[in-house]
């Protein structure tokens, strides 16, 4: 069993790489965040082409959006409001083997780390903390994957000392984050094969003129599972190239191999 990961940024606008991936890369199932469409406009017709018959939505206009897509069933889905918003940031279900998807587009932040400055910093920071108490509470194997838009570890980014003030690597996110993957005795599956401090990245700015030749990434992107689950894991692999495609999003997909 093959679960993917990727922030597509556009699932419309960028349909033809989607497509690409998945003639590719043949998951079994693509969870997709900031898919920026409501249900109705979701391309499903694309993704029941190439057998994904499985599609459960959470969409909204314009901003945010995920998506699941799936070659085997899932059934009972949830969206859990860790904004406290109605923005549509989650969705889960669950596989028949009884495993629990949680796929997850957590807030950015802005740009000042700074909650009393920037009151998007603190939406993202009580976002994570919500989260939390919802690890508390697991019960039975669970896969977390989505853009949780912190890269924890120094080698999780180009430059850990550049970027020690730069939202996404500050020093209060990598412990707000910490304390989540302690609340649920999450196993970071892209560590657990690449362990640090191996270069791993999954997310560079459109900013630069060449993403390649100037490697100014950060590990946005994360899998997570209970340790029950990553037991059963046979490999992740963070696909790099899809950055270079034509009309790339600024993300690159995940996806971890399991034995089911």
Request: aromatic letters at 8%.
């Amino acid at each position: 069993m093959k679960i993917a990961s990727w922030n597509i940024n556009s699932v419309r606008f960028r349909i033809a790489i989607v497509e690409r991936f998945l003639r590719e890369a043949a998951p079994d199932v693509l969870c997709l965040q900031e898919t920026k469409v409501v249900d109705a406009d979701f391309p499903v017709d694309a993704f029941r082409a190439l057998g994904y018959d499985h599609v459960v939505l959470h969409g909204q206009p314009m901003h945010h959006g995920v998506a699941i897509v799936s070659r085997v069933p899932v059934e009972a889905d949830d969206r859990l409001d860790w904004q406290a918003n109605s923005e549509a940031r989650h969705l889960g279900v669950r596989l028949a083997n009884g495993v629990r998807l949680e796929n997850v587009y957590v807030p950015a932040g802005g740009d000042l780390p700074d909650r009393d400055a920037n009151p998007k910093f603190g939406q993202k920071l009580d976002f994570l903390e919500r989260m939390t108490r919802w690890s508390e509470t697991l019960g039975g194997p669970t896969l977390l994957v989505g853009d949780l838009n912190i890269a924890p570890l120094p080698s999780d980014v180009w430059g850990h000392r550049q970027l020690l003030g730069t939202v996404s690597h500050t020093p209060v996110e990598v412990e707000t984050l910490a304390r989540l993957q302690a609340a649920g005795d999450w196993v970071d599956l892209g560590r657990h094969f690449h362990p640090a401090p191996k270069r791993l990245h999954s997310w560079w700015s459109y900013r630069a003129k060449d993403w390649a030749a100037s490697d100014r990434g950060r590990r946005l992107d994360h899998q997570w599972a209970t340790r029950d689950l990553a037991a059963t894991a046979l490999s992740h692999r963070v696909f790099e190239d899809c950055r270079g495609w034509e009309k790339p999003s600024d993300h690159v997909p995940l996806m971890t191999e399991f034995a089911w």
